[in-house]
Nanobody, 122 residues
Framework: QVQLVESGGGSVQPGGSLKLSCAAS????????MGWFRQAPGKERERVAI???????NYAGAVKGRFTIFKDNVETTLYLQMSAVEPEDTAMYYC????????????????WGQGTQVTVSS
């Protein structure tokens, strides 16, 4: 059974930093594309960042240069380092995995975590 458990969310001031974690279990880690998505109140879910099976990354334009996605292959944990955060980054952040890169790029995934809330406010 696939389990994705996010942690690290919270409140942060504009310009600050936050690191999200996603502990993955029940998957063959090296064969899955992994990513972070977010959904703000009243808005559609959007892709934030994706990392494929060989470590290549893809970022949404709104976060490029500010967020970094990376994974720890030993601990099977996915991370999202958020820097220079803005109020527009306020959202529920979800970890997701799928075998298909194209699915993830288009906002779909086979398995999702429960989410962790990030609030950016002064």
């Amino acid at each position: 059974q696939v389990q994705l458990v996010e942690s690290g969310g919270g409140s942060v001031q504009p310009g600050g930093s936050l690191k999200l974690s996603c502990a993955a279990s029940g998957i063959t880690y090296s064969t899955y594309v992994m990513g972070w998505f977010r959904q703000a109140p009243g808005k559609e879910r959007e892709r934030v960042a994706i990392i494929d099976t060989v470590g290549a990354t893809n970022y949404a334009g709104a976060v490029k240069g500010r967020f970094t996605i990376f994974k720890d292959n030993v601990e099977t944990t996915l991370y999202l380092q958020m820097s220079a955060v803005e109020p527009e980054d306020t959202a529920m952040y979800y970890c997701a995995v799928d075998r298909s890169y194209n699915m993830m790029i288009n906002g779909w995934a086979q398995h999702w975590g429960q989410g962790t809330q990030v609030t950016v406010s002064s």
